[in-house]
Structures are given as C-alpha cells and as structure tokens.
C-alpha cells in the first residue's frame, strides 16, 4: 500500500534529518569538515561569529537557490513563508496523485496500472513487458541523477548548517526547515517516479516520457518565481532574504545621493551669499559717496545759516536712506 508507505517515507526523512542534526551539533569540528567537503568557504581564520553567520546565510541562499521561491523560508516575510509552504504542498499533492495511480488496485478508476502481458499470435509463451530491464532502468536513473541530485546534495547543506553553533537559532530553524522540505520534496520525487515507472512503463519511449512528466513539477518553484518576478520585482525582493543587504546598499546609495545635492545646494547659497555681499558693499559705498555730496553742497549753499525749519538734516536723511 503505496499510501501509507508515503506516510512513513516523510516520517523517517524527518527522523534521519533531526538525528543527523543532533549528532552533528555534537561534533562541530566534523561539521565544518564536512561542509568544507561540500564546497563551503573554510573561515577558520576568523573568531568573528557575525562575519560566519553572514557567510552561512549567503551560502544557504545559494544552496537553496537564489532564484526559487523556497529561499523565502530563509527570510522573515510571513507572505514569502506562505507562498514558499503553498508552492510545497502544491508538489506534494501533485505527487501523491501519481502513488494513487501505482496502486495495484484494478478496480479502483484512478490507477493507471498497465496490462504487462503480451501473448504475440507467433509464439507460444506470454511475455512479460513490465519484466526488470537493465537498460531501460539504466535510463530512468541517468534522469534522476541529472534532475534530483542537485536538490538532494543542497538539501544535504541546509540540513548541516543548521546544526552549527555560530548560528542565531532562529537561522538555523530556518536553514532546517529549507533543507528538509527541499529534500522532502526531491526524494519523494525519486520515489514517485519509482513506483509509477513499475507500474506503467513498458517501453524506453515511455519511461522517459513519464519520467519527464513527474520531473517537471520538481522545477515548479522555479517557474513560479519567475512569474512573480514578471509580476511585481519589487514585491518579490522585499520578501526575499537577501532584502536587507540590498536595502542596506540602496541606504548607502541614496544617503550619499542626498549628500551630494546638499553639498551642491550648500555650494549654490554660499555663492549667492558672497554675491549679496559683495552688492551690500556697493550699497553702502554708493550711500557714503551721496552722504558727502550732500555735506558738500550744504556747505557751499549755506545752509547752516538757514532758519530750523528749513535747514537739511543729513543724519535725519539717512535715517530714512537706511529704513527705506
């Protein structure tokens, strides 16, 4: 019963990958060798754990895929974790349709369980089609190997970054989540395609065409972020977990865009200040220069010998110069 053995499947996953953990988590030093093996950035030379923690996620971000919405799990967007669980269970569920269609249950409509005997006219003995081939299943594992084993060593990745201490917890509940749902969903993949290709497939034709069939939901996580990226860029990056080096980049971008145009405004008012200065002094030059040529002329008209009424006041002249 193909059905409750997927039951199992996923359990034991779950079991293998949390037991893995643990025992990694006691062994530090194996952890890192491990990873190193896998292709991970030795940073044994620094004690800083902020510089191991960022390099961690940006490695967990590429083995996740920096182009698929399962790295939502790596952020802190509630729509991106939806969306990513969402996309999860869609393949689950999709897939789980093809281990009720292996079932050997030939009264049951949604099987596609194929006749395998063929007795030919010409021969005497009925032949089985559904009989182990070598070549056949020689082809069907080339396929998975080529399509899965990416996801499964990825998988294999998030799972032992998780168990590292350098890490804040909540990043490596998140790295453990990402690596046991992508691995989850590659091996029930590989499983699926098991069963379905025993149960159906007679010929090379058909397997790779069936094979072909179950392998593109695997990329359906691909596709479905391509399609929210022609949606709304901008929507898809602020859930992304790589959002906030971005966001820290563009910070630094427009506070030194801003502070460029406040230098230049800055430059443009201290120009127009030393321009009004310059057009004061002209001011007060000309005013001085009228002042003594009115002292001038007073003195030469006699006006200090004229009655109170009708004798120029310059003080009282320039008072009304300067209000004006």
């Known amino acids: 019963n193909y059905r409750w053995f997927t039951l199992i499947f ?3 996953i779950i079991c293998v990958s949390l037991i893995a953990v643990f025992i990694l988590n006691q062994h530090p030093h194996e952890t890192n060798a491990v990873l190193v093996l896998l292709g991970r950035t030795s940073l044994a030379d620094t004690d800083n754990e902020s510089e191991l923690s960022k390099e961690d996620k940006k490695y967990a971000l590429d083995a996740i895929g920096t182009e698929s919405v399962y790295k939502f799990f790596l952020g802190e967007s509630f729509m991106g974790w939806v969306i990513a669980l969402g996309t999860v269970a869609f393949q689950i569920s999709i897939l789980f349709r093809f281990v009720i269609a292996s079932e050997m249950e030939l009264w049951n409509e949604d099987v596609d369980l194929a006749y395998n005997w063929r007795c030919p006219r010409y021969q005497l003995q009925c032949v089985d089609k559904l ?3 070598f070549s056949k299943w020689t082809v069907f594992a080339a396929l998975m190997a080529v399509h899965l084993l990416k996801d499964i060593v990825n998988g294999m990745k ?3 970054l998780s168990s590292k201490h350098t890490n804040p917890r909540v990043d490596r509940i998140r790295f453990f989540v990402g690596g046991l749902l992508l691995n989850s969903v590659s091996m029930f993949t590989l499983f ?3 069963i379905y290709i025993k149960a159906i497939a007679t010929s090379y034709t058909e397997v790779i065409a069936n094979s072909v069939i179950i392998l593109f939901l695997t990329d359906t996580d691909e596709q479905l972020y391509v399609a929210l ?3 709304n860029p901008h929507w898809v990056d602020s859930m992304s977990p790589d959002n906030d080096e971005k966001s820290v980049d563009e910070r630094v971008r427009e506070l030194e865009t801003q502070s460029s145009k406040l230098q230049n405004k800055v430059d443009e008012l201290m120009s127009e200040n030393s ?3 310059n057009e004061v002094g002209k001011l007060k030059n000309e005013i001085t220069s009228i002042h003594q040529k009115l002292l001038h002329i007073n003195d030469r008209m006699g006006m200090e010998d004229a009655p109170e009424d009708d004798f120029f006041d310059a003080r ?3 008072d009304r110069l300067a209000q004006a």
């Open 131 to 133: 009989e182990f081939d």
């Open 158 to 160: 998030m799972t032992i």
């Open 192 to 194: 699926v395609s098991t």
């Open 229 to 231: 990226m022609a949606i």
């Open 316 to 318: 009282e002249y320039d």
């Open 275 to 277: 321009e009004l200065k």
């Open 10 to 12: 996923f359990a034991s």
